[in-house]
């Protein structure tokens, strides 16, 4: 007996299904590793970002001063500043654990897909 319309819509594809309960396995997995390196690694970029700072604001005092003064070219002190501004604004915790915050939506994505497809085939 062929399928109706509802039924090929209301169901996945078994290949699909598979691929999904693979990546689930491989993305849990993923998630897992993920958990035993972020602490470190958050740590050592919020450790960074402190020293940054404290780079920053001394750079910030040198540049003020020798203004004040009127002597010196400060062009070069400008660039390591901004370096250095640029470098506290790309490294922050949120985009260390970014990848993390991917693989739990990514999960529950594809877990709620699978689920849905398989309470599908419950219902009467």
Known sequence: MPQRPREILSSLNPRLLDSISEALDDVARAIGQLDAVLPPVTRHVEIIRHHLAFEIEK??????????DGRGDLDAARQRLDRLNGLLDTLTVER??????????????LRALRD????????P
């Open 116 to 123: 849905q497809d398989t309470s599908s085939h419950s219902e």
């Open 59 to 68: 750079a910030t005092l040198v540049i003020d001063r020798v203004e004040w």
């Open 96 to 109: 260390a654990t970014a990848s993390r915050d991917f693989l739990d939506s990514l999960f529950d994505s």
